[in-house]
């Protein structure tokens, strides 16, 4: 066997085995699918049924004996089509159940291991491409699963049911259309293949088309103001191009398919006709046995063509079902931990610590050494790019220590219980994250939902929120939009800080949290910030060194290195970097 067959041969394999998992998915509902299934096998069995009510017909024509069978046959006719109509409610009804119940397995799973991935995901993966596999792939799949096998069924037991007919008939005439099958089989093969690729190319231009999309929605501001619609116009163009060129491949493939497997047919049932036509083999068959056993010849064409063009269907699903299924197998976030604790006392320690981020060379943090005593301020000061953000990324864990030791309360961080570690930390970003909810379910968010309203409020009012929140319309209940995008820059940021005090964790993060205020915003929640501190562990970054002068110890990070590290009296005498970037904003205000 050559290296491109074995190639071929595991494809294949792979193919069934993310068909299998897929149909696994079918457990829950598989009563139904026997449902389905007998709905199906009613629908095929009136195929022969009417070949056989048509040999009927010629043979009391044929005897004279229409008048006795006056009523019969037209009430046999209608007998046969209410048992189809019964057959195909019972099998579309209950293939839409499963139908909708497979989404809905497959979209949850792929959302509970979406919030389980570790933050090396999000930055890996444009959103956009997230999104098609929640909506592009899924709705592929569902036509392998459902569509796919209601025609497999469907169609599969009408022509088992027409060729034991065809058997019961005339055995030997019937042989000759067995011989086809291998025939239609070798080009189902040739045209799996290439379904196969070509699906796989519109899903990843699917994905392209999501990306610029998304992108263009997020960024539509910088987009007019910096006229950039030419040029997202033509991202998007040659995304949709790409799509549209692959989709029409597979189309023309599917366009070959099925003419090709007709027209086998069609010789097929040509030749039997021009066979059973022959004085020798007609003489052994009634005119109603000849006229029936052409007619179910005749009625094999229509399901052997949908059997073909099956195969377009399911091999979308399978490169889809690969796609998402890739997605499920990834690694979650490592919850190593096992030790537990109610609270925190706060002690924080970093003791030669190094970190690169995952699949990159470029060593970030340089032999960290930090010693923060619980209830203490540690402020994170430098130039943009310089490691601040990492530092505080590793207390609650969205990366993990790769070299040294960061130690809470004296115990290796990674032998804490991922979820037990963080209900201990509260965090407010420098890119404030709302969701598109009330103001109160964003305070109140989580883990605190459902906190009552006396402490909403109390958190707002020390974050210097409750005033406009007020002012609002419906208070408290006033719908923020996406992303906060009905609020200010300023007010999102109060209602995140109203989200941390809330929270009252004994370790704080704050990443530049007061960056979106305005000078007389920034010096009352900075005192309602100093008083949020008190008695808590608080890693600050901060650009304005105005705001974390009363830190208990400041560090400049520059490179990934501690440069400099002390109070802010004793980093001023030293007349170092910290005293350079002081003396620098000071001249700026003052400018």
Known sequence: MSQLDKVEQDKQQTGRQLYFRLLAYLKGSWHYLLLSIVGFMMYAAMEPALAALLKHIVDVVSNDQATENRLLIPLSILGIFVIRGIGTFTSSYFMAQIANKVVFDLRTSMFNKLVSLPSSYYHSMPTGRLLAKLTYDTEQVIGSVTNALKTLLREGFTVIGLMGYMLYTNWRLSLLFLLIVPIIGVI???????????????????????????????????????????????????????????????????ALNVPIVQFIVAVALATLIWMALDPVISSSMSAGDFVAFIGAAGMLSKPMRQLTEVNSILQKGISAAESIFEFLDLDEEKNTGIKKVDRFKGDIAFNHLNFTYPNTEKKILKDICISLPAGKTLALVGRSGGGKSTVANLIPRFYDVEAGHLLLDGVEINQYELDNLRKNIALVNQQVILFNGTIRSNIAYGDLNGAPEEDIIAAASAANAWGFIQELEHGLDTLVGENGVLLSGGQRQRIAIARAILKNAPILILDEATSALDSESERAIQQALNTLMENRTTIAIAHRLSTIENADIIAVIDHGEVVEMGSHAELLEQKGAYAQLHNQQFNESEG
Do not use: C, P, W
């Open 188 to 254: 189902v093969s040739y045209a799996s293949k290439r379904f196969r690729k070509l699906s796989t190319r519109i899903q990843n231009a699917m994905g392209g088309v999501t990306d610029v999309a998304s992108e263009s929605i997020k960024g539509h501001e910088v987009i007019k103001i910096f006229g950039g619609s030419r040029f997202e116009t033509e991202r998007f163009y040659q995304a949709a191009e790409e799509n549209r060129r692959s989709q029409l491949k597979l189309e023309l493939t599917k």
